[in-house]
């Protein structure tokens, strides 16, 4: 599994105007196709009139994952670099979508190859990235006693807590780069006098 990945920030829409035509550009980050595809339909539903909806997806860690469409444009003049963009910017689990309303003035093809483009790198630089680190998700199950001191210590340096629940003992779930596991469990047993347990689990992808 690729250790880390890139996405966008947050979902968003940024626009441009090129020789009177307008671009729109609505990225979104998304998990899976279905996610994608719904994305791209809510986007031509609010643009019903629109001359052109064309999008582009990247998802999987690695990329697996790669559609575009020029919806119209002329055949690998809209959706291929919008695709390729993303890839440029190593962007995955990220939709974009550019809808184009027609100003009168035709671009040519490799006017429309740099506007349609252009636009998905201004989205992205508009709207922020995150990059998200493969962790190694572990459960720590501790007395009530020491509960609270260790949830606040583990805060303290950076350990990514994802849950805790509280029931006969308090269990805490976290997150740890593969890496730091040897490290950790000595960490716990020192701070737990011995008395906290560990339990690997699988593995999940968290912001950096």
């Given at each position: 599994?690729?250790?880390?990945?890139?996405?966008?920030?947050?979902?968003?829409?940024?626009?441009?105007?090129?020789?009177?035509?307008?671009?729109?550009?609505?990225?979104?980050?998304?998990?899976?196709?279905?996610?994608?595809?719904?994305?791209?339909?809510?986007?031509?539903?609010?643009?019903?009139?629109?001359?052109?909806?064309?999008?582009?997806?990247?998802?999987?860690?690695?990329?697996?994952?790669?559609?575009?469409?020029?919806?119209?444009?002329?055949?690998?003049?809209?959706?291929?670099?919008?695709?390729?963009?993303?890839?440029?910017?190593?962007?995955?689990?990220v939709v974009a979508v550019v809808t184009r309303y027609y100003g009168?003035?035709?671009?040519?093809?490799?006017?429309?190859?740099?506007?349609?483009?252009?636009?998905?790198?201004?989205?992205?630089?508009?709207?922020?990235?995150?990059?998200?680190?493969?962790?190694?998700?572990?459960?720590?199950?501790?007395?009530?006693?020491?509960?609270?001191?260790?949830?606040?210590?583990?805060?303290?340096?950076?350990?990514?807590?994802?849950?805790?629940?509280?029931?006969?003992?308090?269990?805490?779930?976290?997150?740890?780069?593969?890496?730091?596991?040897?490290?950790?469990?000595?960490?716990?047993?020192?701070?737990?006098?011995?008395?906290?347990?560990?339990?690997?689990?699988?593995?999940?992808?968290?912001?950096?």
């Amino acid at each position: 599994m690729q250790e880390q990945y890139r996405t966008v920030a947050r979902e968003g829409v940024h626009e441009s105007e090129i020789n009177r035509s307008r671009f729109l550009c609505a990225l979104a980050p998304v998990a899976d196709e279905r996610e994608a595809q719904e994305f791209v339909a809510r986007v031509r539903k609010e643009h019903p009139t629109a001359s052109h909806n064309c999008f582009s997806y990247v998802l999987g860690a690695d990329a697996s994952v790669q559609k575009a469409s020029d919806d119209g444009e002329p055949g690998g003049t809209a959706g291929v670099p919008m695709l390729q963009m993303l890839l440029r910017r190593e962007m995955r689990y990220v939709v974009a979508v550019v809808t184009r309303y027609y100003g009168g003035v035709k671009l040519g093809a490799g006017g429309l190859i740099r506007a349609y483009g252009g636009v998905v790198g201004e989205a992205l630089d508009a709207l922020g990235t995150v990059t998200r680190q493969r962790f190694r998700l572990a459960t720590v199950t501790v007395d009530h006693q020491r509960a609270g001191k260790l949830e606040n210590d583990l805060r303290a340096t950076g350990r990514a807590v994802r849950d805790v629940r509280y029931a006969d003992a308090v269990t805490i779930e976290i997150g740890l780069p593969d890496g730091d596991v040897p490290a950790f469990r000595a960490w716990l047993a020192d701070v737990t006098a011995g008395t906290a347990s560990f339990e690997p689990g699988g593995e999940a992808y968290g912001d950096v």
